[in-house]
């Protein structure tokens, strides 16, 4: 059976981002596994499952009916209850003012090997679920980004929505440092559909060890920390291209091993994507 595993942020996804590829994959009869940073449950933005919310930028609602029940559906089931923990799957770096750096470097080099040569070949693919929280804890988390670089090792896709494409552009080779998405076709979230204000995270954060966020389960950090449009421009390079597709109502890029969803609108459309890629062998799509 095919099976996929999905990368969930601690501090706040967006609803649709998960539910798309994640109702396309149940649909297709894969065998479904989930991965937090630290193996704790994810918590949806409160936001986006509010059919209610307008979306600043886009000055309209961007969460049906459907989906907001959907992810409180999802939210309110056991399905997401125990997620693997990252951390304790894969280890961290060694840093260079270690005083063994050398020895260190060789046997976190072997643990690496081992979790792409004997864990990762159960899997068939690779999902990174975007939303605000994507930008804390998983995109410039080097485990996470060793997962990818095994994923890419095995030639086995790897999609990812919104800002959870960010973290494609910092998974790099440690030693060349050049990011895997070099000289490729990627969407993702453009500086069009960015806020100004209302950037949030939710999660189980709260310094009471309470499930419920930062104390009222919510924090505004204004704009996003970066604007992911330009830091995806930077990593494709100059034979690469960053696809935002603005004033469409999708955006889905396939450049195989990569499928990449502009924002919340392309997540079913990422779904689809990842199942033609994964049953039919497309390898380019969008482009």
Known sequence: MTKVLFAVSEWGYWGEELIGPLDACDKAGYEIEFVTPTGARPTPLAVSMDPAYADPPQGKSVTSEETARKTRELDASDRLDKPHDLAGWVPSR???????????????????DRIVTHDLPSYDALVIVGGSGAMVDLANNQRLHELILGFVRLDKPVA????GVAALAFARD???????IGGKRVTG?????????????????????????????YINFGPPFYPLEFIL???????GEFIGNVGHAESVIVDHPFITARSTESSYGCGRALV???DHGLRRYGW
């Open 94 to 112: 060694p840093y260079p003012s270690s005083p063994t750096y050398l020895r260190d470097s060789e046997e976190y080099h072997r643990k690496i």
């Open 160 to 163: 990812a929505v919104c800002y």
């Open 174 to 180: 440690p030693l060349r440092k050049l990011s895997i």
């Open 276 to 278: 033609d890629v994964l």
């Open 189 to 217: 979230h453009p500086i069009d559909y960015d806020y100004h204000d209302g950037t949030g995270f939710e999660g189980p954060h709260a310094l009471d060890g309470s499930t419920t966020g930062f104390g009222d389960g």
């Open 233 to 239: 421009r930077d990593a494709v390079g100059p034979d």
